[in-house]
């Protein structure tokens, strides 16, 4: 792990008019680290992956980006055109529901090329052959490339969303419950591809889940969120093995063991 | 020479889904463990051995107290350290072998073995050779290796833990009742592993019910039940 964060987060607060969605969410990420924010369903937390991805203007705080040429940026302070250029290169935004992330009606092959095609490439044979590779790092079968993602099953979608994000070798990816509404076969299908391009590729990554199983898979550190604030945050098997605070200890005895 | 030092470790655990009772568990916990030294915690049940062994890991936090680990030269207080500090001393410094193996799907008993190394840049293949050296010396049949170990019996998935364990060399390693599901000779073959472990000069601290293991591996028992909590005595 480097020894310069890859994103530093001062008391990012974001309200929905007089709503809070989240309040003074503070923390720093170093490349090849994995953060997971865990809370139940209008804790905040997906608030706050919308607005440390740039999906959400934040109503105060910041989040600084250390960019490709090591400059130092507030990532709502970038232009429309920076912006853009960063959440199509240096950054993935897996969603929970692939149709969000995914053009349904390209094939699979153009889903996974034209992010390529987003940073200048124009090679075709070049930008078949890297999707060609990407489909089978996910384990999707070759024939299928000229094939529309509506063909596919749910976890088949899931890895093709997953391909395309990863395709501009991205250094920090963002994901929304990737396992959410996935069998259970499936969903450990999916979790074990991404435990294992994570660290091959050495990712940055802020994934947000309810499920602790998960977290507890993926991620060094957590953040737990109750009511739009961070209420608990440690290295992942601290805080699971050792929750102190109330919430924490509730959502924790609450897991189901089989 | 210390390689692991424990100060005036004190928890209590609070329940807040019980009205907030307070557990207290041990208090002023001090013992030293020196390079080649295999130091077993002793006392019953529930006097705060698997505590202990948390705290030193970093899993569960403390109250009081600092549990210092040589690495690069200087000792580090783990208990008081950032989660980025705590990772880079598991990678480097203090490795576990914990009582039962958390599986993740689909990954293969050999890749659970070799993965520590791979983690630190050993080249894949070179890396399973050398799990599959482990397993081979646990007895866990050729057949399992490629399977994931989820379904394995309790015996055997202790094997690929303890060969996940040992596969690494940190000099400080955690052992948590490492034989407890094991039969004679598998028990055997951890006693000689432990051995080699204390030639290669790494400090162990660990917890083992077993009488002739625990005479076996021991140089040293530090007895729990002295790091009571007064308020609870």
Redesign the interface.
Known sequence: MSDEPLLRVNNLTKYYGARLGCADVSFELYPGEVLAIVGESGSGKTTLLNTLSANLEPSSGEALYRMRDETWRDIYALSEAERRFLTRTDWGFVHQNPADGLRMSVSAGANVGERLMAVGDRHYGRIRDTALDWLGRVEIAADRIDDQPRSFSGGMRQRLQIARNLVTGPRLVFMDEPTGGLDVSVQARLLDLVRQLVSELGLSAIVVTHDLAVARLLSHRMMVMKGGHVIEAGLTDRVLDDPREPYTQLLVSSILQV | MTALRVRNLAKT?????RGGISLPVVENVTFDVAPGECVVLGGPSGAGKSSIL?MVY????VDRGAVEIAHEGAMVDLASAD??T???LRRDAIGYVSQFL?T????TALDVVAEPLV?RGVDKVEAQGRAGEMLHRLNLPERLWGLPPATFSGGEQQRVNIARGFITHHPVLLLDEPTASLDAVNRAVVVDMIADKKRAGVAMLGIFHDEEVRQAVADRIVDVTGFAPRAAA
Do not use: I, S
């Open positions: 655990f609070t329940m807040h889904l948390k970093g899993n569960y936090g989660p980025r705590v990772l880079t958390r993740v799907p689909r990954v983690v």
